[in-house]
């Protein structure tokens, strides 16, 4: 790993206090950035501030990326008090089990409020600071953004947004020097899978399926995210990288050799 890669930088991460979010602000303190993470409960970015490596620096912000005023004035609050900001992580994310038929309208809300609007939400009121340094953003998607999966028809519809919001950003400001890009993982040991971790039967399947035969752990998923936000990416934009041990790989056909 490159030392200080991120020095001087100062980077948002939404979702920050668990899982994915967590190790990413791991990952781009230990390069030296200044980071800040967001979400709703402060208890839960505090703990991730105590867990946090040695000499770290992150500072926490209390804020629902659903409530657009709450996302706006978070990045304004972040801008004024540290001059810059040069990475946005929106990693915040929901998902909810049902088909369409059994998706009541409340919960269909809620997850596009969380995985589709709080993207677009912090993205807007980021995007003139990110312009000035030549900054970037990377979205945390979903491989369940590129295809489908049963019973989860609320997710998959608002990580599916999520993919071609990126993609109309990438070519929206790529020429201002604002990269846009995202990353895609399958089955990872978050809090938010948790329930999938209780369920022998259902992480055998994923095990079949995946052909590194285990789910992510959050600092791999971090870690790709962190190779988008860097120096090493500097020419990739409206890219969108599975991180899902080869789940995509596969034409969906059973094994049969």
């Known amino acids: ?42 208890s839960t970015l505090e703990a991730a501030v105590a867990a946090a490596p040695t000499g770290s620096k992150i500072s926490t912000r209390v804020a629902d990326v659903s409530d657009e005023s709450a996302v706006t004035a978070l990045i304004k609050e972040v801008t004024e008090a540290y001059g810059r900001l040069d990475v946005l992580v929106n990693n915040a994310g929901i998902g909810a089990p049902g088909t369409v038929e059994h998706t009541d309208t409340a919960t269909w809300r809620r997850v596009f409020a969380v995985d589709a609007d709080g993207v677009f939400f912090a993205s807007r009121a980021a995007l003139p600071h990110l312009r000035r340094v030549g900054g970037c953003i990377v979205n945390v998607g979903s491989v369940s953004g590129l295809g489908g999966d049963w019973g989860l028809a609320a997710y998959n519809a608002a990580k599916g947004a999520l993919v071609n919001l990126t993609n109309a950003m990438a070519l929206d400001h790529g020429h201002e020097g604002v990269r846009v890009n995202a990353v895609h993982p399958s089955l990872t040991r978050t809090p938010m899978a948790a329930p999938l971790f209780d369920n022998a039967e259902a992480l055998a399947g994923f095990r079949r399926r995946i052909p590194m035969q285990r789910p992510a752990e959050p600092a791999e998923v971090a870690d790709v995210i962190a190779f988008l936000a860097g120096p090493d990416a500097r020419f990739v934009n409206g890219a969108h990288i599975p991180v899902d041990g080869g789940l995509s790989a596969s034409s969906g056909q059973p094994r049969m050799f």
Do not use: L, P
């Open 1 to 42: 790993m490159e030392e200080n890669r991120f020095a001087d930088k100062v980077v948002v991460i939404t979702g920050g206090g668990s899982g994915i979010g967590a190790a990413a602000a791991y990952r781009f303190a230990r390069e030296g950035a200044t980071v800040i993470i967001a979400g709703r409960t402060g």
